[in-house]
């Protein structure tokens, strides 16, 4: 009798079966605003594409090097100092097909079958999911208020002495709440995992979207760290699928063997195209001004409406709001809202297990007209839900 794995019996990941749901009901000619992947509403910046075209005309596209083409590895080498005056070798730097890969590979590089890696909750539920089918343990450790939603050292330490723990991996700034960790507590997670033998993977594909304060490269504090990011959020990226990873020496080699099996190579198009991302500041930064405009207006607008009870919105482009006064099943009231309100946002069960029921995860990443509109309709179907209630 044929069967499916185990390790294939992931749960799903809701933000992107919202979204096939809403692409659906805009297919028959529903107007949704679309509030529930973390996508940019702007297109790859002009010198990307610029680029990807001259490379079409140019030549052939094709394979290249497992761990990317030496001239797109030399330019996030230079991005390190630029941006953080930290010094990083092109040898370092591993070109991935998305920060996905990047986790694939640094999982398996790292890690046995049955290790324990603690992750923060609430927290980006394909970490759980990849984790999960590739064997791996998962300590979801859950953050507190007094604590900035964040995990810690102390949390770290228990979770420890309950059974070895192999990895840690923390994103800052968080997905699904937008919270940067600050300075002083990142240093303090990282040291506690060096002294304890423990991994840490550092989830930076949201660096370059703050607003409160500047997130920190891990490799600002330890060269022992693994840095995943990805050219899909900041640079407006995410259909191209390309991303990176930083590596101590001893986990390079394992990467790049993984990779050849795995990936072969990140697209060479995609490659090429990156490069010309870092050309591209001034165009980013007037896209990343719209998102603090679309967050400015969330946060002045979403008490109004009964939303206002959300974590810190440091940067990225999310906020996770506490519905808990609304509903009692996110998974309901995000659908709910899709096909009432025509609004698609993500329930807080993709993000935290055993609180997301009392969460959901706005996304604000679309166009200021889109986030007005949706503003404007979540209100009035608040309103309308209440007045059934009352």
């Known amino acids: 009798m044929l069967t499916i794995s185990k390790r294939g019996a992931i749960q799903p990941f809701l933000a992107m079966d919202v979204m096939a749901k809403a692409n659906v009901m805009a297919a028959d000619g529903a107007d949704i605003v679309h509030m529930e992947v973390g996508q940019p509403g702007a297109p790859a910046p002009q010198p990307v594409l610029e680029a990807a075209q001259k490379a079409l005309v140019d030549g052939r596209i094709g394979y290249t090097d497992a761990l990317g083409i030496l001239p797109l590895r030399e330019r996030i ?40 890696i603690i992750l923060p909750s609430p927290g980006y539920p394909a970490y759980r999911n ?11 450790v859950e953050t507190r208020a007094e604590d900035r939603w964040c995990l810690t050292a102390d949390a ?17 700034p968080s997905n699904p709440s937008g919270t940067i ?14 002294e304890l033998g423990i ?27 693994v840095i995943i990011n990805s050219f899909s959020k900041y640079y407006c990226m995410t259909g191209w699928r390309i991303g990176w990873m930083v590596l101590p020496d ?13 990936y072969i190579s990140a697209p060479m198009l995609s490659q090429v195209a990156a ?13 990343k001004a719209g998102y603090g405009r679309n967050r400015a207006l969330l946060v002045e607008a979403l008490p109004g409406i009964g939303l206002g009870d959300f974590m810190p919105m440091d940067g990225a482009f999310y906020t996770y709001c ?30 935290d297990i055993t609180r997301g029921h009392r969460f959901v995860r706005l996304s604000f990443a679309g166009t200021e007209v889109d986030m007005a509109e949706a503003i404007k309709r979540l209100g009035a179907w608040i309103r309308w839900k209440s007045s059934l209630r009352s």
């Open 77 to 116: 080498a230079q991005h390190y100092m630029e941006r953080y005056g930290v010094s990083v070798s092109p040898d370092q730097v591993a070109v991935t097909t998305g920060s996905s890969a990047g986790f694939n590979l640094a999982f398996l590089a790292l890690f046995e079958a049955g290790d324990r």
């Open 322 to 351: 506490d519905v808990s006064k609304l509903t009692n099943d996110s998974m309901d009231f995000a659908n709910r809202c899709l096909t009432e309100a025509k609004v698609a946002i993500t329930p807080g069960a993709d993000f």
């Open 181 to 194: 960790m600050e300075a002083e507590a990142l240093q303090s997670v990282i040291e506690t995992c060096e």
């Open 275 to 287: 490069m010309a991302a870092f050309d591209a500041t001034e165009e980013l930064e007037a896209i």
């Open 199 to 225: 991994w840490f993977i550092s989830d930076e594909i949201y660096h370059g979207l703050e607003y409160s304060f500047e997130a920190q490269t891990a490799l600002a504090i330890s060269p022992n760290v």
């Open 156 to 172: 770290i330490r228990a979770a420890h002495l309950e059974g070895s723990v192999k990895g840690v991996l923390i994103a800052s």
């Open 130 to 140: 990849i984790l999960s089918a590739l064997g791996l343990e998962v300590v979801e």
């Open 250 to 262: 001893k986990a390079r080699r394992s990467v790049e063997c993984l990779g050849q099996s795995l």
